[in-house]
């Protein structure tokens, strides 16, 4: 017999169209570009050129792109984050832990995730937002909708919720065995380039501790792997509009390298637990083809954590050491 259900387990992602087409683009970067965590404009201002303008130059643009990363089984960040959470749940099922994956924009919503634990019998759940390093655009942003969700409900679950792992030694070990793996199948080390997703440089200012958390995972993994200072580069990526992004910027930065006589470089994005859109197609296809251009000879995108068996013990771990409080008490 099952024990009774203690917690349940929340994976939090960023979400994704649910197809690789401009409806379905539109509809998700309306609700993604809506959220003030993610643009904080005045409203007033940003709307109309979010209606008017992106929603309508945008959507088409970004289907093209999906329909190069695609997979089978649907959107790679999807398709990654689910494999990752049944491998999770499966690892759970004898301590009859319920786990749900759960997108702050679009679906799965966080709200059909608490629910389906609630009814699973979980009074108690564990959040793991799946954002190794904190932002205010990203964690922050899945708890403002999950807070929303619970606002109106009288009887609340009794929440933990998780920060960020960006120094986590089993996430640092996870990234270190992926470059070495690469490392080993491509026969020779090469210069490793830790491209991040960007923010505007406005928001570490007022205070978002994005940009050190980012540091605090690139140096670790560099100290792991006994890199000198002259092995790897620490850039940012995806920038959008004309104000200053955190630098330095990940294709200024990739264009210069073979100048300096870095011909052949890995690239790997330590701020996404699964393969995207941004990594995919951003990193693996524009960066490489700009390396490229640019006189480099060698570059190779070295795959996110996904669903791997280094990722899934790190997340065991993580809800092991958050749920201790719960597992001896009823």
């Not at 994704?16 to 539109?26: D, F, Y």
Request: proline share 7%.
């Amino acid at each position: 017999m099952k024990s009774k259900v203690n917690y349940g387990v929340l994976l939090i992602n960023l979400g994704t169209p649910k197809a690789p087409t401009a409806p379905e683009v539109r509809k998700f970067l309306r609700d993604f570009l809506s959220d003030p965590r993610v643009v904080d404009l005045n409203p007033l201002l940003w709307k109309p050129i979010l209606n008017a303008v992106i929603l309508t130059i945008r959507p088409p643009k970004v289907a093209k792109v999906y329909q190069q990363v695609w997979m089978d089984e649907g959107s790679p960040l999807m398709v990654y984050s689910q494999r990752l959470k049944q491998k999770v749940a499966g690892a759970l099922i004898e301590q009859n832990v319920p786990v749900e994956l759960a997108m702050t924009y679009g679906e799965p919503s966080i709200e059909d995730g608490v629910t389906k634990l609630r009814q699973a019998g979980a009074e108690k759940i564990l959040v793991l937002p799946m954002y190794p390093q904190f932002s205010s655009t990203t964690t922050a942003a899945a708890y403002d909708k999950l807070m929303s969700v619970l606002k109106n409900n009288p009887h609340w679950p009794s929440l933990h919720l998780i920060h960020d792992y960006a120094d986590h030694p089993l996430y640092i070990k996870a990234l270190a065995n992926s470059i070495s793996k690469q490392w080993d199948e491509q026969g020779e080390k090469r210069h490793l380039v830790f491209s991040y997703h960007g923010i505007p440089k406005r928001y570490v200012q007022n205070g978002d501790p994005y940009a050190k958390r980012c540091e605090a995972t690139s140096q670790a993994v560099a100290e792991l792997l006994q890199l000198e200072d002259e092995d790897w580069t620490h850039v940012y990526q995806s920038r959008f509009g004309r104000e200053e992004w955190l630098k330095p910027y990940a294709d200024a930065t990739i264009k210069s390298l073979p100048d300096m006589g870095v011909k052949k470089i890995n690239v790997i994005s330590p701020a996404f637990a699964a393969d995207c859109i941004e990594t995919l197609e951003e990193i693996k296809l524009e960066l490489g083809d700009e390396f490229k251009d640019h006189g480099g000879k060698e570059f190779d995108y070295i795959p996110a954590l996904n669903d791997g068996d280094d990722h899934l013990a790190l997340y065991l771990a993580l809800i092991e050491a958050n749920t201790r409080q719960w597992q001896t008490i009823g």
